[in-house]
């Protein structure tokens, strides 16, 4: 059974690939959540270009990719689950849970550092979002991210078939996850019970960090056709300088995105 799953490796994620993007692609064509700023086909040219390049890098630097790592180590015996018998099962369910914790240590590294937000702003600058938010990644986040993750299957000494289940789903969830569509109030309800996320570390903590609002053009003595959109952010105490100015670049591009939106019509 392994050896069928890990043979197929590269047709068995192409194909989830492919079905689960063309899943959201369709249902973002049929239902947008949000009108978008420039065209599917000049979105889709870029996001997918960077995905074209991203790919071909790694096949040239890691042909053998993280799986490849996985079965070279097993090959070894190195790592945690080959020092002991490990039930397999328990071995999958955790090379899925650890891996997936440490991409998102990864994530909130690259949010922390300097250095390494330069390179992630590439993400979080798309101007608008949908399922190949989800893939748009610097090569040098890419490359980094593929240490991080080869690090982490050889010190737990993953095996193949856990790291190509954590691969499907840490791919098949970033393009679920950035897809613009609605997802109706009940369904995400459940949803949100595997997928939640907390700010704050209780709900009576979470700290007010920003406000919209929006008050109709007639109130403040403008047509009926206007409106005066503010945005008000709480500059967090010992937040610095540098980072409080990023925040508030940040939010003024919001604004012009915003304003772009509803002069539009979008
Ligand atoms: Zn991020």
């Not at 000049?42 to 040239?60: D, E, P, S």
């Not at 991210?145 to 791919?171: D, H, Q, R, T, Y």
Request: proline content about 5%; charged content about 15%.
């Amino acid at each position: 059974m392994t050896e069928l799953i890990v043979r197929n490796e590269p047709a068995i994620r192409m194909g989830f690939f492919v079905g689960i993007f063309l899943a959201v692609a369709l249902v973002e064509l049929v239902a947008p959540r949000r009108g978008l700023t420039v065209s599917k086909k000049t979105r889709w040219f870029g996001n997918i270009g960077i995905v074209a390049i991203n790919t071909f890098l790694l096949r040239i630097l890691f042909p053998a990719g993280a799986v490849g790592i996985s079965i070279w180590v097993g090959r070894q015996g190195w790592g945690i689950f080959n020092l002991a018998e490990w039930p397999f099962w328990l071995e999958i369910v955790l090379t899925v849970i650890i891996l997936d914790f440490v991409i998102y240590m990864q994530h909130v590294m690259f949010h922390a550092v300097p250095a390494l937000w330069r390179l992630h702003m590439m993400h979080h600058a798309d101007l608008d979002i949908d399922l190949t938010t989800g893939t748009r990644f610097h090569p040098i986040e890419i490359i980094i991210s593929i240490g991080i993750k080869a690090g982490a299957i050889i010190i737990l000494g993953a095996p193949p078939v856990g790291v190509i289940i954590f691969e499907i789903i840490l791919n098949g969830t970033a393009m679920f996850n950035h897809g613009n569509f609605f997802i109706p109030l009940g369904v995400d309800r459940v949803l949100r019970l595997l997928v939640d996320f907390q700010m704050g570390h209780e709900p009576d903590k979470l700290l007010q960090r920003i406000m919209a609002r929006i008050v109709p053009g007639p109130e403040v003595n403008r047509g009926s056709d206007t409106c005066l959109v503010s945005l008000i952010s709480w500059r967090a105490e010992g937040m610095s300088d540098a980072r409080w100015k990023r925040l508030c670049v940040s939010h003024e591009t919001q604004m012009f995105i915003i304003k772009h939106m509803i002069e539009s019509g979008a």
